[in-house]
């Protein structure tokens, strides 16, 4: 109390500070120093002048002791030597999964249930099998739909009956929302059903290969009774409408994504995924014909845990994030099948405008400098950053409902090109399926369909005219005589070049589709 003037008031708030001060200073007595050591990595990564320049990254957790550090580092070193890959795992996490890849073949149990198989079944097979974005699929449904409702069924013990059970109960489950999205308030739909089976079906043919089930018994999987998924048409444009669309975009980022979708038959993320390396627009290029895009990547974004797990697999440039805690990553990765990988040439009208695109993007880098984040992407932002595909959807969402056109989702526009290239080259299947990258042709055939359906309408049009609106009026027999010497219509010429194009099998299909219809 010496410290405090007479006639002053040593009172509870003076006396609450004291205590605080008090207790922080005997922590600071008590505290015992300890050292603590950081794992610094250094790249060499090119600057926008294309200059090797130093990079540091830090690991975020600090180590206790210099040999943990260096072991770490070592293994860090092994890790991206052996595998190649930028995200590193902690070693136990390591550890684990190579002891959860080696567990079980060795001795299969008899009493393993349905969830503990999946388990090594998605450890063995999924890891080399599955991209990353199926992976994280697959792994959706077993643990939301699978594991909580038929896990514990025992393995040896599934059989087709209690499968059809389980996937017509299935239709009263709710539906588990996608991370970030609101529930939609709908039970599980006949189209998932038949995912969520794909995924047994495929873990029960293991199961018998790995001898978890006996070798000669058949896949109780394979015949079981799935829901009827009922077929839905989708809606799209007619080449009009598209035509007006084109003319009202003020949109330039959103006006080239859809000549790209409609013009090369690419998918939303092949065209997010373009870089300018891809693009051949040079004046020598367009003015051979032979201006084109090389499409070998695709943009997408795919859970990170999910990587790590694949290794990367498939990832060929991962983006940087811009929430320290995302669980997932935006990366541009290979495309999801090999005939997905093509080259598609380019009408002059887009190469130009592409090259005008260049043009003014590369205007935009000089204004804005470093703050541009140059990836050497075609479809960027205003700072360089990639555009995500719902960026695209959600744009061209909003064209539609501003100017009352029919509202159709984006990826419409390809069915819509596959459709017009489809008449315009008279049915040629695989110059069209070229373009499209389908991996089978039935998926290009589908639309033949369609074609051969407004034929047809035109057929009973015109029966009605030059036939049942004459039935009133006589015809001199030479007017018959020569109507049968006319030349065959165009629509005719068209139904005969497709014809012609068409594999055996095809023309199987078209003509039970076409009979059915009748």
Request: charged share 30%; aromatic share 8%; proline share 4%.
């Amino acid at each position: 109390w010496r410290k405090v003037k007479p006639a002053l008031s040593a009172g509870r708030v003076q006396s609450v500070a004291v205590r605080l001060i008090v207790e922080r200073e005997r922590e600071i007595h008590a505290f015992k120093t300890e050292a603590a050591y950081r794992v610094t990595a250094v790249f060499l990564v090119p600057d926008t002048d294309g200059k090797l320049v130093e990079m540091k990254a830090e690991l975020a957790r600090r180590i206790k002791t210099k040999k943990e550090a260096k072991a770490r580092k070592a293994f860090i070193e092994f890790y991206q030597q052996t595998y190649g890959y930028v995200l590193v795992p902690l070693e136990e996490q390591f550890a684990h999964q190579r002891e959860e890849a080696e567990q079980a073949i060795d001795t299969p149990d008899d009493e393993i249930t349905l969830k503990e198989f999946l388990v090594t079944f998605v450890n063995l097979y999924g890891v080399s099998k599955w991209s990353a974005n199926t992976y994280s699929s697959k792994l959706s449904s077993i643990n939301n739909y699978i594991n909580p409702i038929i896990g514990d069924w025992k393995l040896n013990e599934i059989t087709t009956k209690k499968l059809s059970q389980y996937y017509n109960d299935l239709l009263s489950v709710p539906e588990v929302p996608r991370a970030n999205r609101k529930a939609t308030g709908r039970c599980v739909q006949p189209a998932n059903i038949k995912k969520i089976h794909d995924i047994i079906r495929c873990a029960l043919n293991q199961a018998i290969r790995w001898e978890y089930l006996d070798s000669k018994m058949r896949n109780p999987a394979s015949l079981a009774t799935l829901p009827k998924v009922p077929k839905v048409k989708r809606k799209v444009w007619n080449v009009q409408t598209f035509k007006e669309a084109i003319k009202l975009v003020d949109d330039d980022l959103l006006l080239l994504c859809m000549h790209l979708a409609f013009a090369c038959s690419l998918r939303v993320g092949e065209i997010t995924g373009l870089t300018w390396d891809d693009v051949i627009v040079d004046e020598e290029a367009i003015a051979n014909n032979n201006a084109r895009v090389i499409v070998n990547k695709e943009l997408a974004r795919i859970s990170q845990s999910a990587m790590q797990k694949l290794k990367e697999k498939d990832i060929i440039k991962i983006f940087p994030t811009q929430k320290p805690h995302c669980t997932t990553r935006l990366v541009l990765k290979t495309p999801k099948t090999e005939t997905s990988n093509r080259t598609v040439w380019l009408p002059t009208t887009l190469a130009q405008l592409l090259v005008q695109y260049k043009k003014d993007q590369q205007e935009l880098k000089e204004f804005l400098g470093s703050a541009y984040n140059d990836y050497n992407l075609v479809i960027a932002l205003e700072n360089g950053n990639p555009v995500e595909s719902r960026i695209v959807r959600d744009r061209f969402t909003t064209l539609c409902e501003e100017h009352n056109f029919e509202v159709v989702v984006f990826h419409s526009l390809r069915h819509l090109s596959t459709k017009y290239k489809l008449k315009m080259t008279h049915g040629d299947i695989k110059s069209v399926q070229g373009d499209t990258g389908h991996a089978e042709a039935e998926m290009v055939t589908d639309v033949y369909s369609e074609i051969v359906d407004e034929d047809r309408r035109l057929n009973a049009k015109k029966l009605d005219e030059e036939f049942y609106d004459t039935l009133d009026t006589e015809e001199p027999e030479h007017n018959l005589h020569s109507e049968a010497q006319e030349p065959i219509s165009d629509n005719d010429k068209l139904l005969l070049e497709l014809l012609k194009s068409m594999t055996p099998e095809m023309k199987e299909k078209l003509l039970k589709e076409t009979l059915s219809n009748c």
